[in-house]
């Protein structure tokens, strides 16, 4: 079955840009969306397709797709983007998520 | 405005049976693929099982085949995950979701979940 890895945490200062990257074999091959889950809460839809942004979220959340790594990045990072981060691919009928990663803003 | 709302959690023995439901409003529910995805305390996010819009197509992860059914009726607006042979590891607040069409395959609204404890 595929996998994704994702680094466990990532840590970016106030107004800086962080970068989460979900690492796959040939994942620019699959669509990648990228969900934020804050404590308490459901996850949220933040990229899809890639790079694909839903209404409502910020262009600071933008996302690339290459070779075997699939970037989010988040710049001007805020206090408010500190949450959890899954990549998520659909491979042979089956949803797969990345472990997730936790942004810590500082 | 679209909304999910997950009911049927709750505690139940190891080896028991659980019928969770999502009642879906603010969009036409026949139209679109729906999706239940499972995170274990502390944990990260799994998915667990989806079905397409008409019902006609389900998948599964292979930790629930066999144990778990997803159904749906269209003309209840509801989805409804059926799960038998419950494990401790099978403890977790389940989420179910909306596809963004009958078959994209990510989920752009989610329920707030619902709880299952599974232990003696």
């Known amino acids: 079955s595929y996998e994704m890895t994702q680094p466990l945490s990532v840590s970016v200062a106030l107004g800086q840009t962080a970068n989460i990257i979900c690492g796959g074999n040939?994942?620019?091959?699959?669509?990648v969306h990228w969900y934020q889950q804050k404590p308490g809460q459901a996850p949220v839809l933040v990229i899809y397709r890639d790079s694909k942004r839903p209404s409502g979220v910020p262009e600071r959340f933008s996302g690339s797709n290459s070779g075997n790594t699939a970037t989010l990045t988040i710049s001007r990072a805020q206090a408010g983007d500190e949450a959890d981060y899954y990549c998520q691919v659909w491979d042979s009928s089956t949803a797969v998520f990345g472990g997730g990663t936790k942004l810590t803003v500082l | 405005e679209v909304q999910l709302v997950e009911s049927g959690g709750g505690l139940v023995q190891p080896g028991g049976s659980l019928r969770l439901s999502c009642a879906a409003s603010g969009f036409s529910f026949s139209n679109y693929a729906v999706t239940w995805v499972r995170q274990a305390p502390g944990k990260g996010l799994e998915w667990i099982s989806a079905?397409?819009?008409?019902?006609?197509?389900?998948y599964y992860a292979d930790s629930v085949k066999g144990r778990f059914t997803i159904s749906r009726d269209n003309s209840k607006d509801t989805l409804s995950l059926q799960m038998h042979s419950l494990r401790a590891e099978d403890t977790a607040v389940y989420y179910c979701?909306?596809?963004?069409?009958?078959?994209?395959?990510?989920?752009?609204?989610w329920g707030q979940g619902t709880l299952v404890t599974v232990s003696s």
């Open positions: 040939s994942i620019v091959t699959k669509n």
């Open positions: 079905i397409s819009a008409s019902g006609g197509t389900t």
């Open positions: 979701a909306k596809d963004v069409s009958d078959s994209e395959w990510f989920w752009h609204y």
